[in-house]
């Protein structure tokens, strides 16, 4: 059975840091392209990274460029969210997913985790 499983979330003072892992199995982890999304309360759920399928290439969205870093080990497929100098606005609820195609799109993306709570307070 397809399984993503995110841990790492918590409460943490803004500047801080955290790493999100999502552990992945049931399918061909190295055949997808991952990313991580992430959902506040009363809003769309929004994308926040992705990385390819070997880990060569990453986009980020803009509010969070430059402070979180992606990536992934396919022999463990597990893929990580490393986010540093955090900010009270990436409070949210994150998930992985997993897609077969080089998208953003959330509806494009075929398997999802239950996700992991972050919570950045001032």
């Known amino acids: 059975q397809v399984q993503l499983v995110e841990s790492g979330g918590g409460l943490v003072q803004a500047g801080g840091a955290l790493r999100l892992s999502c552990a992945a199995s049931g399918f061909t982890f190295r055949d997808y392209l991952m990313g991580w999304f992430r959902q506040a309360p009363g809003k769309e759920r929004e994308f926040v990274a992705r990385?390819?399928?070997?880990?060569?290439?990453?986009d980020y969205a803009d509010s969070v460029k430059g402070r979180f870093t992606i990536s992934r080990d396919n022999a463990k497929s597990t893929v990580y969210l490393q986010m540093n100098s955090l900010k009270p606005e990436d409070t949210a609820v994150y998930y992985c997913?997993?897609?077969?195609?080089?998208?953003?799109?959330?509806?494009?993306?075929?398997?999802w985790g239950q996700g992991t709570q972050v919570t950045v307070s001032s």
């Open positions: 990385i390819s399928w070997g880990g060569s290439s990453t």
């Open positions: 997913a997993a897609t077969v195609r080089r998208t953003t799109i959330p509806s494009d993306y075929n398997f």
